[in-house]
C-alpha cells in the first residue's frame, strides 16, 4: 500500500511538472534565438542575410515606413527599420486570410511594427527584431504579443526610437 501510494505521488509530481513547463512554453520568451549582428552599413545593393527573415546587418539607407502591408517589402528597408527598432512580423503567404486578420489585429495601432508576408517562409509566423528571432505555429501563440512588447523600440537595437515613418512604402494600414 505504501508503495502504491508513493507511486501514485510521484507520477502526479511527474504529470504536474510537465504541464507546468507546458503552460509556461506558452508564454515564455525561451525560445527566441539570439544572433550577433555584425555590420550595419548603408547599401542601395541587395545583401544576403545569413538569416531569413533577417535579424539585422547592412542595409538601404532609406527605412520602411512601418505598419501593415500586403504583399511582400523589400527586406533591406525593413532591416533600417529593425535598427531603429521596428519589430518585423512576418507570414508565409500561405497563411489563411483568418489568421491573416488576426495578425492584422494584433499589429493594428502599435508603433515600431511592420507586417508582411515574406516569400518563401516556412514557419506560419516569424517576428524578428535586431538580433533576435521567434518562430511561431500561428497568430495566436501568446508569445507574440510579448515579443513585440519586449522588441518594440528596444534599447537592443542600435538606433531605438529613431523615426518609423519618414521612409518609403505605403501600409495598407
Not at 544576403?48 to 527573415?53: A, F, V
Not at 527586406?75 to 533600417?80: K, M, P, Q, R, S
Not at 489585429?105 to 511592420?114: M, P, Q, S, T
Not at 542600435?158 to 523615426?163: F, I, L
Request: net charge negative.
Amino acid at each position: 500500500m505504501v508503495g502504491t501510494s508513493a507511486l501514485l505521488v510521484s507520477g502526479i509530481a511527474v504529470a504536474s511538472g510537465v504541464l507546468f513547463l507546458r503552460e509556461r512554453n506558452k508564454t515564455s520568451l525561451d525560445a527566441v534565438r539570439t544572433y550577433a549582428v555584425k555590420n550595419r552599413n548603408h547599401t542601395t545593393e541587395a545583401v544576403t542575410y545569413p538569416q531569413s527573415p533577417p535579424v539585422g546587418g547592412d542595409h538601404d539607407p532609406t527605412w520602411i515606413n512601418c505598419g501593415i502591408y500586403d504583399q511582400p517589402v523589400r527586406t533591406e528597408n525593413v532591416v533600417h527599420a529593425q535598427e531603429h527598432g521596428a519589430v518585423w512580423i512576418t507570414h508565409s503567404p500561405a497563411l489563411p486570410d483568418e489568421d491573416r486578420r488576426k495578425l492584422r489585429d494584433l499589429v493594428a495601432g502599435r508603433e515600431y511594427v511592420v507586417l508582411s508576408p515574406f516569400t518563401g517562409q516556412k514557419p506560419a509566423v516569424v517576428a524578428s527584431a535586431w538580433g533576435r528571432q521567434l518562430a511561431l505555429d500561428g497568430p495566436d501563440d501568446p508569445r507574440l504579443a510579448r515579443f513585440i512588447r519586449a522588441h518594440a523600440k528596444s534599447p537592443e537595437a542600435p538606433e531605438p526610437g529613431a523615426p518609423c515613418d519618414g521612409g518609403t512604402g505605403e501600409p495598407a494600414v
